[in-house]
C-alpha cells in the first residue's frame, strides 16, 4: 500500500478552498465595508453605559496566567477521559502511560507553584 501524491490531492483541494474563503472574506469585507470613522463609532461601548477614563488601563498578568493555567490542566483532564473510559483494555502499557502523563502534569504544576504563580498578594 504505496501513498501517491494523488492520493492528497483533496486535502489540497480543501485546504485550498478554505484558505481561499478566508482571504477573499477578509479583503472583500475591509474593501465593501463603510469607512464612516466618527467620534462616537470609535468610541468604546460598554453596554450603554457611558465610558469613564481610558479603557486601555493595563491591569494584572495574573489573570491571563491564571486563565490560561485553568485552560492548560482542564484540556488535560479531558486527555484521561478517554484512558478512564478504555481502562481494562489498555493493561499495563496504558496505566505506565497515564501515570507518567499525571508525573509530567505534577511536574508543571510544582513548577508553576515554586514560580509563585497563584500568589495574588505582591
Known sequence: MSNSPIDYLPIFIMFTVAVGFA???????????????TKVKLESFECGIETQGNARVPFSIKYFLV??????FDVEVIFMYPWAAN????????IIEVFSFIILLLVGFYYMISKKALQWEE
Open 23 to 37: 482571504a477573499v472574506s477578509l479583503i472583500a469585507t475591509h474593501a465593501l465595508g463603510p469607512k464612516r470613522k
Open 87 to 94: 481502562f481494562k483494555e489498555l493493561g499495563l502499557l496504558g
Open 67 to 72: 486563565a490560561i493555567l485553568f485552560v492548560l
